[in-house]
């Protein structure tokens, strides 16, 4: 229970004005299937992000420099996948708020990272591609958010 609270005092700093909306736990199983496709999705990312890191050492120790970017990458997209497991992992409490979250950063980052990809000369061609993977992944999660039966879910609060 003490978890809970501390929990819920984050709640409260990354929900804003909605952090004590709730809804009922869905037993909808195109809900419960989307949430698990979503767990995959971001595990997929996160060992990516892994990955990503240990070919980066690999060439570190090899005597290649990876530069000071890759670095911030390897540690910015395991930075965001844990904060979107935190948010699928109180959307499935049924906040509102996470559920919001994980909507928008889903949508924003794999802009972002596509951005970031186009830069010519910024990372090279691995990064590049993890990049790209790392998109569409987050793409893949949007799209399951976007279901009807995943928004019907997560109705909007009133006013």
């Given at each position: 229970?003490?978890?809970?609270?501390?929990?819920?005092?984050l709640?409260?700093?990354?929900?804003?004005?909605?952090?004590?909306?709730?809804?009922?736990a869905?037993?909808?199983?195109r809900?419960?299937?989307a949430?698990?496709a979503?767990?995959?999705?971001?595990?997929?990312?996160?060992?990516?992000g892994?990955?990503t890191?240990?070919?980066?050492?690999?060439?570190?120790?090899?005597g290649?420099?990876?530069?000071f970017?890759?670095?911030?990458?390897?540690?910015?997209?395991?930075?965001i996948?844990?904060?979107?497991?935190?948010?699928l992992?109180?959307?499935?409490?049924?906040?509102?708020w996470a559920?919001?979250?994980?909507?928008?950063?889903?949508r924003?980052?794999?802009?972002?990272?596509?951005?970031?990809?186009?830069?010519p000369?910024?990372y090279?061609?691995w990064?590049?591609?993890?990049?790209?993977?790392?998109?569409i992944?987050?793409?893949?999660?949007s799209?399951y958010?976007q279901s009807?039966?995943?928004?019907?879910?997560f109705?909007k609060?009133?006013?």
């Amino acid at each position: 229970m003490q978890l809970e609270s501390a929990l819920r005092r984050l709640d409260r700093l990354a929900g804003g004005r909605q952090a004590d909306h709730r809804v009922p736990a869905s037993d909808d199983p195109r809900v419960r299937r989307a949430f698990r496709a979503i767990t995959l999705l971001l595990a997929a990312g996160f060992l990516l992000g892994v990955a990503t890191i240990v070919v980066a050492a690999v060439m570190t120790i090899g005597g290649d420099d990876v530069g000071f970017a890759v670095w911030m990458r390897c540690l910015v997209v395991l930075g965001i996948t844990t904060t979107l497991f935190y948010f699928l992992w109180r959307a499935r409490a049924g906040w509102y708020w996470a559920f919001r979250r994980l909507q928008l950063f889903s949508r924003i980052f794999p802009v972002v990272a596509l951005v970031l990809a186009a830069i010519p000369g910024l990372y090279p061609f691995w990064v590049v591609t993890e990049q790209i993977l790392f998109a569409i992944l987050l793409i893949g999660v949007s799209d399951y958010l976007q279901s009807d039966a995943v928004r019907a879910a997560f109705p909007k609060p009133g006013r």
